[in-house]
């Protein structure tokens, strides 16, 4: 069975400066998905990166990067120049390409420090 | 565009009761998702709808719970009744399509407390 493995359950960071959260996976499967979803307090969970794992070239979006080792399973987010905006509960997520039950880690809570 | 709203917020209830949590998707988006998240621990799927029809409900713990979704709009999970246990997080989400291409849009979910 698939798993998702979030090490970290609380990270500080201080505003301007740059996090990574960490994710580990284990899976069988060779064709999959990674996803990293941030959930600010009350609000609704959004997509941050998501990653496909059959592209070696790892996910940007703005300030929000991926280190992505396939053969190491883990799936990493880097946040830079983090803001205080970024503070939220991120979960690391997993889903074999074929299905659609999304397979979640227990998630990271980042505060920012102003 | 409005995003996947759910109601209530937050529903405290006593042991033996029973709670409607309302899940309402993204319009157009046929696929309905419903996860929970226990205090401290992984989020987990209970349950897929396509439209008004259950494709999946490998994941909803017991027949206490019962999953709806009327005419492939709204969905509705009932408990019933409530344990302890129940006590958690429940998310619902959706997407125009089931297959991984489509983002699951998450809703804030809704905080149940069973005392």
Redesign the interface.
């Known amino acids: 069975a698939q798993t ?1 493995t979030q090490s970290q359950p609380e990270m500080s960071v201080q505003e301007a400066e740059t996090v990574t959260l960490s994710c580990t996976y284990d899976t069988s499967e060779s064709d999959y ?1 990674l996803f990293w ?1 941030k ?1 600010p307090p ?6 941050v990166i ?1 990653q496909e794992a059959y592209k070696q070239q790892n996910a940007t979006e703005n300030r929000f990067s991926v280190n992505f080792q396939k053969a190491a399973k883990s799936f990493s987010l880097k946040i830079s120049d983090s803001q205080l905006g970024d503070a939220a509960m991120y ?1 690391c ?1 997993y ?1 074999t ?11 990271t809570r980042l505060k920012v420090l102003a | 565009e409005a995003g996947v709203t759910q109601f209530p917020s937050h529903s405290v209830i006593e042991k033996g009761q029973t709670v409607t949590l309302r899940c309402d998707p993204i319009s157009g988006h046929d696929n309905l998702y419903w996860y929970r998240r226990v205090m401290g621990k992984e989020i987990k799927f209970l349950l897929h709808f396509v439209k008004e029809s259950k494709q999946d409900e490998s994941g909803m713990p017991n027949n206490r719970f019962l999953a709806e979704r009327t005419g492939g709009t709204y969905s509705t999970l009932k408990v019933q009744p409530a344990e302890l246990e129940d006590s958690g997080v429940y998310f619902c989400a959706s997407s125009l399509d089931r297959t991984l291409s489509y983002e699951q849009y998450f809703g804030p979910g809704t905080r149940l407390t069973v005392t």
């Open positions: 998702v998905y979803y959930q009350s609000r609704q969970m959004i997509l998501r979960f997520a889903a390409s074929g299905t659609y039950k999304y397979i979640f880690g227990t998630g």
